[in-house]
Every structure is written in C-alpha cells, then in structure tokens.
C-alpha cells in the first residue's frame, strides 16, 4: 500500500475559529448521434444549519439572516467542465418552505459581474419558481451549455416573501453578494452587499458527451471528493483565490492533462465525525456527502481533529481515540462497498492552538498511528509528517501556519496538494 507525503473554554480564540467558520459559456447543442456522458459533480458545498454551531454555546450562535425582496449572487469555480450541467438547491434544514424565483446562471466577470450576453435562466420542471419543502433538494433541468474547466459561475436568485437563512455552506471563502430588489438579470448588481456563504445552493454537476465509437476505457469518469472540516474547507487560505487544498489538486489535474477527472470539495469547517454541531456529525452526513455525490469514485477522508479538541474544551462530548478509528473504519467499509476508491489522511499537528493539550495530542498520535497502517484501503497521504515542524513535530510547520497553529497558509495548503498521488486518479 502506498505512504505519500488548560481545560477551559477559550472564548476569545474560539470567537475567532467561529469568525472563519461565517466567514457560461456559449450554447451548444448536443449533436443528435452523440451519446451521453451520466452526471459527474464538478463543485459542491456541504450543507450545514446556519444557527447551530458549538456545544454548549462555548460561541454564541451567529445572528439571524432574513431575506425579503432581495437578490443573492453566488459565484463557483467549477472543478471540469462539461456540454451539458444541472444546478442543485436545498432545503435540507430548513424548517418551512422556501421559494426561490428568477434563478440564472452566467460565466462571472470577477466581483458582482456576470457577463450578461451568456446568461441563462434555470427551469425547475419547467418552471422559473423553485419551491422547497423543508428538508427538500432539487435539480435544475438540464442546460446545455459548454463550459470549460475551471470556469467561473455565478448563480443568482431572488427571494421575494420573508424567509429565514437556514441551509448555508458557512465558510464559503468567495466573496458573494446580497443585493436589494430583483436584479437577477443585471450585469452588475446595485448597492451590493458583500457575503462569504452560500445559501441554499449545493452542487454542480456536468455531463459531456461520448464520442461515437469511443473506446470503452474512455467511458469512466473520476469524481473525487474530498471529505473533512476547516483545513479541507480552506480556512486561513486567501479569499478569493481558491487556494483550498482540494482547488489546488484541481490545479495539478489541469496542468497533468487528465480528462474527464473532477475534484470537489465535502469539508464543513468546525465539523466532527461523532457529534453533530457544525454541521452534521460525519458518520451522518457520509452518505450524502460522499456516496451520494454524483459519480463518486474517489475519496479523501481527513476529518477527527475537531473530535479531539472541542471534546477537551466540552468534556461532555469528550471521544476516545478508539471511537475516531471506528468512524473511519465503517466509513471506509462503506465506501468500498460502494466501489469508492479511499485515501486516508493523517491528521495534520495542532499544538499552539487554543484547544490543544496533552492527552488530545496522544489521541491524535493514536489514530494516525492506526492510519498508517490501516488494512482495506487504497492509501494513506501522510499529512502529517510533510505539514510538521521538525524541531516540535506537535507544531505546524512555521512556514506552513496561518498563525492560529491550526489552519495552513496558502503554502501549507499547495504542500498538502502536492502531496497527493495523482497518479491515483488514473486507476
């Protein structure tokens, strides 16, 4: 098997862990002797309940959002690209119905612009109205649209009637955009308010089209999803820049000339394997987040730290080494069963940070330990050993540290990518 490279709460720097966690191309028609690709996801937001955050309140909730008689412009970097794509919308924690009106989707032009010659309206069955009952999730109907890889997108939508922000992807590191009245339509948006969440939008899939007589290898596409919390979903990376370790793997795909392979991210930051919170406990929300994304094939599993530290901060929800590597053992059963191709990661060093001590060390040493040498999977990327400081191998590298001992920098984040056995993706 592959090796690739103080009890109390802290208030003030969990105030500001909770501070990052809130922080189209041209039509073209499918040739009628072609066939078609089935979907493969090419971006995707884990779902979260925007209200319920840490146990115990050891960080208040964040304040209630409510939008009336406004617009909302969310801008994606697709992963690969496509002929044809569907766009998803969930209600998944919602507790009412929501309606969603007018929604487009455009190439963006950076900023709150959209190229306004490309836009394209979605249909819902038909319909311009998306109504979502609660815990409801939706497809558009299919557009079809050529977009290249790594096209930039954004989605717009207007919400008329009241309704409560319930079903977010918190951390979003994109500057979106909340904008009064309906300008779905406009290329620019008036009195914009900027935003870095994602509301209600949760996935893009593509599909292409099969060449006639091509050869049957040609027919697999690879989805790799890559599974974890803040250092999967980028925290302490640049805004804007989509210097999350999963974008910059996409980078390293693009540059090898890989077809037909899309990298796409299932990280919530503050997420836990074993206890709900922000977002859904991990062992909870692996089916959907995981074996139910659109042609799955591969997974990167690096999740469990959260476990160790917030359980020494709450004791009450305090978990064992022990129970992390059964998390990760009936996550990887699963997957396989689903014939998914899983790396593990090792969890990368926290100390310095503000819910670090000496017995969550020992636990985070264990469960790499187990890690290393687990039987049943496809490989084990040690982020460990490439993201330490080697004269205190408990520290982040200082080079790597965003400056909260916890989350990588922008370098950290490439030196994670570059660990990856892209090889890997062409198996």
């Known amino acids: 098997m592959p090796r690739f490279r103080n009890r109390k709460p802290h208030r003030r720097w969990l ?49 209630p959002v409510t939008l009336a008689d406004q617009t909302v412009r969310m801008t994606v970097r697709l992963s690969r690209g496509g002929e ?7 209600n998944r924690f919602g507790k009412a119905p929501v309606t969603l009106e007018d929604i487009h989707v455009a190439p963006s032009m950076g900023g709150d612009g959209v190229v306004f010659h490309k836009q394209r309206p979605l249909r819902f069955s038909g319909s311009a109205r998306l109504m979502l009952a609660p815990g409801e999730e939706r497809w558009s109907d299919r557009i079809n649209l050529h977009a290249a890889d790594q096209t930039e997108l954004s989605v717009s939508l207007y919400v008329m009637a009241p309704t409560p ?4 992807h918190s951390v979003g590191l994109q500057t979106n955009y909340r904008a009064p009245g309906n300008q779905v339509g406009a290329a620019l948006l008036r009195s914009a308010e900027p935003m870095r969440a994602y509301y209600w939008l949760d996935a ?13 290898g040609s027919r697999k596409d690879v989805v790799m999803v890559a599974f974890g919390d803040s250092i999967t979903d980028g925290a302490g990376s640049t805004v804007d820049r989509n210097f999350r370790w999963p974008n910059l793997l996409d980078d390293r795909v693009r540059s090898a000339g890989l077809r ?3 990298v796409v991210n299932a990280g919530i930051a503050g997420n836990r394997w074993l206890h709900d919170g922000v977002g859904p406990a991990g062992v909870s929300r692996f089916g959907h987040d995981v074996l139910a994304v659109s042609g799955a094939s591969h997974a990167v599993l690096l999740l ?7 359980g020494q901060l709450h004791p009450p929800q305090a978990v064992s080494a022990a129970q992390l590597i059964d998390a990760l053992r009936i996550s990887v059963q699963r997957a396989r069963q689903r014939g998914i191709k899983v790396l593990l990661g090792t969890l990368l060093p926290y100390g310095g ?8 060390e020992t636990k985070r040493q264990a469960v790499n330990d187990w890690i290393r040498a687990a039987q049943g999977v496809d490989g084990v990327i ?25 989350h990588p920098n922008d370098a950290g984040y490439e030196a994670m990518a570059d660990a990856f056995p892209i090889r890997w993706l062409q198996r």
């Open 260 to 262: 037909r392979v899309s």
């Open 382 to 406: 040690d982020f460990d050993r490439i993201m330490r400081d080697p004269q205190r191998p408990s520290h982040l590298h200082p080079s790597f540290d965003s400056g909260d001992h916890l």
């Open 165 to 168: 922000v319930v079903t977010t």
């Open 353 to 360: 940070s503000g819910y670090f001590d000496a017995a969550g």
């Open 204 to 216: 893009i899939d593509v599909a292409g089209v099969l060449p006639p007589m091509a050869p049957a």
């Open 84 to 90: 044809t794509l569907r766009v998803r919308f969930s």
């Open 15 to 63: 105030g500001c862990l909770f501070a990052t966690l809130l922080c189209l191309a041209t039509s073209h028609p499918l040739a009628a002797h072609e066939g078609r690709h089935p979907w493969s996801a090419s971006w995707f937001a884990a779902q979260q309940d925007y209200g319920v955050t840490f146990p115990d309140n050891i960080v208040p909730p964040p304040p």
């Open 304 to 310: 469990g730290i959260n476990d160790i530290g917030i």
